[in-house]
C-alpha cells in the first residue's frame, strides 16, 4: 500500500508564505499625497511605517514570528541537524526576549542564552539583533524559502 501524499502545503509553509508577503509589503507605499509646492506639484509616498527605525521594529516582529513558526513546525521532526537546534533557540530568543536583560544566566533560559551568545548575541536585546542572528543561522539574509528548507533538513 502506498502512502496517500496531500497536496496542500503543511500549514507552516502557508504561514512563513503569509510572512514573507508581510515583509515585502512593509517597504512599498501605501498611496501618494500629492502636494502642492511653489514650484508646481510634488508627490510624497506614504507608508505603513515611516522611520528606518519602525520598518526594522516590524521586520524583526515578522522575523520572529517566522521562527516561531519554524520552532512548532519542527515539534514534528523526529531527528534534529544543529541548524534546527539553532531555529529553536532563536525562536525562544524571540519570545522570550523581554525577560533576558544583563541577567541572561537563569536557568530557564540558560541553554537558549548560551546558544544565541555562541550565534553572537549579548545582552541587552537590541534592534537589528535578531537579524543578525537569522543571518548567522540561515547563512545570508533572512528569507522564508531559506528557512523552510534548513526546517527540513537542507
Same mark, same amino acid.
Given at each position: 500500500?502506498?502512502?496517500?501524499?496531500?497536496?496542500?502545503? *503543511?500549514?507552516? &509553509? %502557508?504561514?512563513? +508564505?503569509?510572512?514573507?508577503? $508581510?515583509? =515585502?509589503?512593509?517597504?512599498?507605499?501605501?498611496?501618494?499625497?500629492?502636494?502642492?509646492?511653489?514650484?508646481?506639484?510634488?508627490?510624497? *509616498?506614504?507608508? &505603513? %511605517?515611516?522611520? +528606518?527605525?519602525?520598518?526594522? $521594529?516590524? =521586520?524583526?516582529?515578522?522575523?520572529?514570528?517566522?521562527?516561531?513558526?519554524?520552532?512548532?513546525?519542527?515539534?514534528?521532526?523526529?531527528?534534529?541537524?544543529?541548524?534546527?537546534?539553532?531555529?529553536?533557540?532563536?525562536?525562544?530568543?524571540?519570545?522570550?526576549?523581554?525577560?533576558?536583560?544583563?541577567?541572561?544566566?537563569?536557568?530557564?533560559?540558560?541553554?537558549?542564552?548560551?546558544?544565541?551568545?555562541?550565534?553572537?548575541?549579548?545582552?541587552?536585546?537590541?534592534?537589528?539583533?535578531?537579524?543578525?542572528?537569522?543571518?548567522?543561522?540561515?547563512?545570508?539574509?533572512?528569507?522564508?524559502?531559506?528557512?523552510?528548507?534548513?526546517?527540513?533538513?537542507?
Amino acid at each position: 500500500m502506498s502512502a496517500v501524499v496531500s497536496p496542500l502545503p *503543511h500549514i507552516a &509553509r %502557508v504561514a512563513l +508564505d503569509g510572512i514573507d508577503i $508581510a515583509l =515585502r509589503k512593509i517597504f512599498e507605499p501605501t498611496g501618494i499625497i500629492s502636494e502642492t509646492g511653489p514650484q508646481g506639484t510634488e508627490q510624497r *509616498h506614504t507608508y &505603513r %511605517v515611516n522611520t +528606518d527605525q519602525e520598518k526594522e $521594529a516590524v =521586520r524583526e516582529a515578522l522575523i520572529g514570528a517566522a521562527f516561531v513558526v519554524g520552532q512548532t513546525f519542527l515539534r514534528m521532526v523526529p531527528q534534529w541537524t544543529a541548524t534546527m537546534s539553532n531555529i529553536n533557540h532563536v525562536a525562544n530568543y524571540w519570545k522570550h526576549r523581554d525577560d533576558w536583560d544583563a541577567a541572561w544566566a537563569h536557568p530557564r533560559i540558560h541553554l537558549t542564552a548560551q546558544a544565541v551568545r555562541a550565534l553572537g548575541a549579548s545582552p541587552p536585546v537590541q534592534l537589528g539583533q535578531l537579524t543578525q542572528l537569522a543571518r548567522t543561522v540561515l547563512g545570508g539574509s533572512f528569507d522564508t524559502i531559506v528557512l523552510w528548507s534548513k526546517l527540513n533538513g537542507a
